[in-house]
């Protein structure tokens, strides 16, 4: 005599059997109890960058360039523009291209402080780079509070990427991390004595290239992990 299947396992099993035909036509993706614990355990980025914070600093010093000869490589027209294709050869033999939507370079460098800006929280300085007299000028954020859409240090570490993180949200959070850790780093820094003063700097400077045929690099700024008088 066969065994009866009740109404209420075939409807189980016919469940099922729609599940995996929609699992395969589109892709469905079956995790486990822990596997779905684990996605939704909220992200901590001040962890994470006080975790990483040091590999950061080391790789920004070890890669870094000497700054004058990045500013001599960059060449601009007499409006202070010039075209981002011609940037290719600079990018690949000091800097690193990020998905051709931005470049970053790991940067240091000596130079006079022309002034300084403390009006708002995003303060900066002018820096007169030794071994450059060119055109462009350059500035280094030294304010309590690096701007919100600035992620050239994040970017210029090397090894933080977008696809170690579930989202967008995460990697920004990271970025704005990251730059809470060089403001501390600055803390102990005379800014309003600067004026004239000698300084050693390293940072990261980064340039916006998607979609752009030109750009104006008549000024550039750094964020500087490290600003320390001479």
Same mark, same amino acid.
């Given at each position: 005599?066969?065994?009866?299947?009740?109404?209420?396992? !075939?409807? /189980?099993?016919? #469940?099922?059997a +729609?599940? =995996?035909?929609?699992?395969? %036509?589109? $892709?469905?993706?079956?995790?486990?109890?822990?596997?779905?614990?684990?996605?939704?355990?909220?992200?901590?980025?001040?962890?994470?960058?006080?975790?990483?914070?040091?590999?950061?600093?080391?790789?920004i010093?070890?890669?870094?360039?000497?700054?004058?000869?990045?500013?001599?490589?960059?060449?601009?027209?007499?409006?202070?523009?010039? !075209?981002? /294709?011609?940037? #290719?050869?600079? +990018?690949? =033999?000091?800097?690193?291209? %990020?998905? $051709?939507?931005?470049?970053?370079?790991?940067?240091?460098?000596?130079?006079?402080?022309?002034?300084?800006?403390l009006?708002?929280?995003?303060?900066?300085?002018?820096?007169?780079?030794?071994?450059?007299?060119?055109?462009?000028?350059?500035?280094?954020?030294?304010?309590?509070?690096?701007?919100?859409d600035n992620?050239?240090?994040?970017?210029a570490?090397?090894?933080?990427?977008?696809?170690?993180f579930?989202?967008?949200?995460?990697?920004?959070?990271?970025?704005?991390?990251?730059n809470?850790?060089?403001?501390?780093?600055?803390?102990?820094?005379?800014?309003?004595?600067?004026?004239?003063?000698?300084?050693?700097?390293?940072?990261?400077?980064?340039?916006?290239?998607?979609?752009l045929?030109?750009?104006?690099?008549?000024?550039?700024?750094?964020?500087?992990?490290?600003?320390?008088?001479?």
């Amino acid at each position: 005599m066969k065994d009866k299947v009740s109404p209420g396992w !075939a409807v /189980a099993i016919g #469940a099922v059997a +729609v599940f =995996a035909v929609l699992a395969l %036509l589109f $892709g469905f993706t079956v995790i486990s109890t822990q596997d779905e614990e684990a996605l939704t355990v909220s992200f901590d980025p001040a962890a994470y960058v006080e975790d990483n914070w040091a590999a950061v600093q080391l790789a920004i010093k070890e890669g870094a360039v000497p700054i004058a000869d990045l500013l001599n490589a960059i060449q601009p027209e007499a409006d202070g523009t010039i !075209a981002t /294709a011609d940037l #290719a050869p600079i +990018v690949a =033999a000091m800097g690193s291209e %990020l998905s $051709g939507a931005a470049q970053v370079y790991r940067v240091t460098g000596t130079g006079t402080v022309t002034d300084v800006d403390l009006e708002s929280s995003k303060g900066s300085i002018g820096i007169a780079v030794d071994g450059y007299d060119g055109p462009i000028k350059l500035r280094a954020w030294i304010g309590t509070r690096i701007p919100s859409d600035n992620s050239a240090v994040r970017d210029a570490a090397g090894f933080i990427s977008f696809g170690d993180f579930r989202e967008q949200t995460e990697f920004g959070k990271v970025a704005k991390e990251i730059n809470s850790k060089v403001v501390q780093n600055l803390d102990g820094l005379d800014k309003e004595g600067l004026t004239g003063k000698n300084v050693e700097f390293t940072g990261a400077l980064g340039l916006r290239t998607a979609n752009l045929p030109t750009l104006d690099v008549s000024e550039l700024d750094i964020v500087p992990i490290e600003v320390i008088e001479r």
